[in-house]
């Protein structure tokens, strides 16, 4: 059971919040390279390959989700892309019970991004999958100090510490709680 919500939430945040910056501009329209200005790609939604991983994973079809992942990896250009799609590729092998390399396709998305929250709960999850549950704790508390306060991201990444350390009665928050 706590695999199943551990997963779903991990869809859930695949799917709402792939590469925060990237996520804001998004249409993968060119503008035309000037001499002295690179090309520069205007995204406006989610990249199409992100959806599909998400498709993909939903239908319990992980092996082509973790190829296109893998694909989309290699032909991102962009730190925010190559993070969005390093994260979709943990989530990928965490579904298809490789935790190893769930692991180390987000240290690659954290190695870009050290202080953005995804990929650090989602290698906790990861690590929560494989029973290493210090890892996924220390995972989970990082990735609470830099989620949005008082957000539903926030409330979610508490929750999954919660589970791992129940909250202390009559305070209704775990020793892992986000600092007030």
């Known amino acids: 059971m706590r695999s199943t919500l551990f997963f779903l939430a991990a869809l859930v945040i695949l799917s709402t ?7 804001a501009q998004t249409t993968g329209s060119r ?3 000037t001499p002295d200005q690179p090309t520069v790609v205007l995204r406006f939604q989610e990249p199409s390959e992100i959806k599909r991983v998400r498709e993909l994973l939903t239908a319990g079809n992980t092996a082509e989700a973790i190829d296109v992942a893998t694909q989309f990896v290699k032909v991102s250009t962009t730190p925010d ?3 969005a799609g390093n994260n979709a590729l943990c989530v990928a092998y965490s579904a ?6 769930a692991v180390t396709a987000c240290d690659a998305a954290i190695d870009l991004r050290p202080t953005y929250w995804l990929a650090l709960n989602s290698r906790g999850i990861a690590h929560l999958k494989a029973g290493r549950t210090n890892n996924a704790l220390t995972d989970f508390r990082a990735a609470l100090s830099d989620a949005p306060a008082d957000s539903p991201i926030a409330a979610m990444i508490q929750h999954n510490i919660d589970l791992l350390v129940p909250p202390t009665p009559g305070t209704g928050a775990g020793a ?3 600092p007030e």
């Not at 919040?17 to 996520?23: C, G, H, N, S």
């Open 17 to 23: 919040t792939i590469a925060m910056p990237a996520l």
């Open 31 to 33: 503008i035309k390279k």
């Open 81 to 83: 892309m190559i993070y």
């Open 96 to 101: 298809a019970r490789d935790y190893d390399k």
């Open 176 to 178: 892992g709680s986000h």
